[in-house]
């Protein structure tokens, strides 16, 4: 109740405004999804659905929150990027996280028939999240950077470990042969003993996936002369992209964090 005797333990909440002009990152990632996957007989090492599920469930978090304006993922993981002014819910981490956490965990399990129509869902999955702090671009684009690194080191030694337990090899002997190996050598294990060019691997798996909006025109409809009338509308887009943290993507995207 406003204005209550107890209105005072308000003063209690703690205090977790991301101060202007941090940018406001908030990653979700599945938990034990590594359980979650082997339950719902996802592919390996790469299940395109649920890849595309995820990505389905990003494009609804940016139509949710237009603050929103660029969001990274791949695997179980996706992150949002805030417009660098936003005033969403006074910049409050708890309460923009705890958002962004409960809408992606529900709109996954809504989802979750349109891709996989003939399985069901075993039991809830849910997401943790975080909330990261960029104090200028650069920090951004280094955090991109860091999470594509991952999404192609995780990707390439998946690839392997599931190529080789595919050629007979257990989990375990599969890992021992993995260990310690390099980048280089991951690509000429795949190349020579499995026939495989990783770079010719779909580019939603070895790149992850970018989700943003654009404006775009579209006819609303015709004035009575017969002129179309014209009007922009956000549309979502998903891009595949070498190198999201780099100049050349941001030179072409750079709108988005105004
Ligand atoms: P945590 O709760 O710590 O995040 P986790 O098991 O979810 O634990 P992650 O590092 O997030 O660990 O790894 C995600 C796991 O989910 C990996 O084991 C990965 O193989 C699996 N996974 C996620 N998405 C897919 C997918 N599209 N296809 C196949 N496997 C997937
Ligand atoms: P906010 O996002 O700020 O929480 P809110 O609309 O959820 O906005 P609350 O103060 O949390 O605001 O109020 C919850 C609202 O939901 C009230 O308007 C209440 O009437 C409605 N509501 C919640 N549970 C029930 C219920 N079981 N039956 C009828 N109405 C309910
Ligand atoms: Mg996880
Ligand atoms: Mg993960
Ligand atoms: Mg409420």
């Known amino acids: 109740m406003a204005n209550s005797k107890y209105e005072y333990v308000k003063s209690f909440e703690a205090n977790d405004e991301v101060m202007f002009p941090n940018l406001i990152v908030v990653r979700i990632d599945g938990r034990d999804f590594r359980r979650f996957s082997e339950v719902h007989e996802f592919e390996r090492p790469n299940d395109e ?137 991951k690509n000429e294990l795949l190349f020579q003993e499995f026939g495989v060019n990783y770079k010719k691997l779909p580019e939603m798996f070895r790149q992850g996936s970018c989700v943003f909006m654009t404006q775009e025109e579209d006819i609303a409809k015709y004035s009575e002369n017969g002129t179309p009338v014209k009007r922009l509308r956000r549309k979502a887009r998903i891009l595949h992209s070498e190198n999201i943290a780099g100049r050349s993507f941001w030179n072409v995207h750079q709108n988005l964090l105004k």
């Open 49 to 185: 659905k649920a890849l595309n599920l995820m990505n389905a469930c990003a494009i609804s978090v940016l139509e949710e929150y237009p603050d929103i304006v660029f969001s990274y993922g791949f695997s179980d993981e996706y992150s949002f990027v805030f417009k660098k002014t936003t005033k969403f819910y006074q910049r409050r981490a708890s309460k923009i996280l705890s958002l962004i956490v409960s809408f992606f965990s529900s709109i996954y399990a809504t989802k979750w028939k349109e891709f996989f129509p003939m399985k069901d869902m075993r039991y809830p999955p849910t997401f943790n999240g975080r909330v990261i702090c960029c104090a200028t671009i650069e920090v951004l684009q280094e955090y991109l950077a860091w999470r594509q690194n991952d999404c192609h080191a995780n990707n390439q030694y998946n690839t392997c470990l599931w190529k080789l337990v595919e050629s007979g090899k257990t989990e375990k002997e599969a890992q021992e042969i993995l260990k310690g190996t390099q980048k280089q050598e």
